[in-house]
């Protein structure tokens, strides 16, 4: 029966090529937004997820939160590096790490900081944020660690020297400051992929900032001890003049909640257009079952038997259903790890591309109710003298 029905498809290529061409579209669109709108809030999630506080300069709270966890635009502005000591001492925080913004490299951020921070573990007993894939870190001043993208992008290598530029943009004013790479990072997944690491003390020497009651920092990034010190944390300095405690993923949530409409009517309009798309390839296979009326007839007349006829046209179908939906998640899937390397050369999200499990579903789904629908002219047969298609 399956040669057969194998041999029934091949016999009609082009109806059959349209046919399958059609179920792949109809499974491949759910899969494709399921995979890209899933991958994006990973992304998104994942970046954010080493930051639980930032301290920075009064401003807008998601520049801050865009400067300092995604690396694009500019920063809000600089805080005192007396604030790190005033934070450490409140009893409150287990850790705090200094960050200093400002230069580039070929458009890829200078990040200063200190050497503590590659100890940073976001969850306990798991590996650190930043660990090295080769050399080592930066022991003393003109040394740089570099990000696993950065050094892909760039070709720079253990040894090599470059030269920062002041600001963002590749084409600002020259440092007379080389740095020479001591090591290269594993991949994070994220915006710091593509940062590069030197120590503190080289963004005040670069800017000037020589006194040590003058030195200043763009941000903080605090470890509270618990939830409930992170509220004091953000309590204390809601009176603050000068610095702001932002929680990123509050930041993002609320972002979230900004755009909720507009995702809320995406999410409507691509549910219909699926259910569209499933509906008119039903209406496909069940208009293709009545074409083949006369068919069914003459071989239920020349004694094939209408149990006979339903297996080969079950056969027949689920092998096309089945072709089609594999196909169709597939090309949804590919389609959206394509989309996640390009959000990861134009944007700093790292998409996440592990295969969501509720896209397999359209496999299944497409199959089962395709399979209905093509059986519907045989139970047409059964009700009627087969005379009448003859």
Not at 256 to 266: D, E, I, L, N, P
Not at 289 to 311: N, V
């Amino acid at each position: 029966m399956i040669r057969l029905a194998f041999r029934s498809l091949v016999r009609r290529p082009l109806r059959q090529f349209l046919l399958f061409l059609l179920i792949m579209v109809t499974a491949a669109l759910p899969v494709f937004i399921l995979q890209t709108a899933g991958g994006l809030y990973g992304g998104i999630n994942r970046a954010v997820s080493p930051f639980p506080i930032l301290a920075g300069a009064k401003g807008s709270a998601y520049q801050l939160v865009l400067n300092t966890v995604f690396l694009r635009d500019r920063p809000v502005g600089n805080i005192p590096f007396s604030e790190m000591g005033i934070l450490k001492n409140r009893g409150e925080t287990r850790a705090v790490y200094p960050l200093g913004f400002g230069d580039n490299y070929r458009g890829f951020r200078l990040v200063g900081t200190d050497r503590a921070l590659f100890g940073y573990r976001p969850v306990k007993n798991k590996d650190p944020w930043l660990s090295l894939e080769e050399g080592a870190l930066f022991q003393e001043e003109g040394e740089a660690v570099i990000g696993s993208e950065t050094a892909r992008l760039t070709g720079l290598k253990v040894g090599d020297t470059f030269r920062s530029v002041h600001g963002s943009s590749p084409k600002g004013r020259a440092h007379n400051h080389p740095f020479r790479v001591t090591g290269i990072l594993r991949p994070v997944g994220g915006p710091y992929d593509t940062a590069i690491f030197i120590d503190m003390k080289d963004v005040w020497e670069a800017h000037g900032e020589r006194e040590p009651d003058k030195r200043e920092v763009t941000a903080l990034l605090v470890v509270p001890k618990g939830y409930r010190e992170a509220m004091h944390l953000l309590s204390a300095y809601q009176e603050n003049r000068d610095v702001q405690m932002v929680f990123p993923s509050q930041s993002v949530i609320s972002l979230y909640a900004m755009v909720g409409q507009t995702k809320h009517f995406w999410e409507i309009f691509l549910a219909s257009l699926l259910a569209v798309s499933l509906l008119i390839t039903l209406l496909v296979l069940y208009w293709s079952g009545l074409s083949r009326m006369k068919e069914l007839a003459l071989l239920e007349a020349l004694g094939a038997g209408k149990a006979r006829i339903r297996r080969f046209l079950l056969a027949e179908e689920g092998m096309l259903l089945l072709a089609g939906s594999v196909c169709g998640w597939l090309s949804g899937y590919g389609a959206s790890l394509l989309a996640a390397h390009a959000a990861a050369g134009a944007a700093a999200i790292t998409m996440v591309t592990t295969p969501d499990w509720r896209g397999a579903l359209i496999i299944p789904a497409v199959t089962i109710l395709g399979t209905a629908a093509g059986l519907l002219p045989v139970l047409l047969l059964e009700r009627k003298d087969v005379s009448a298609y003859l």
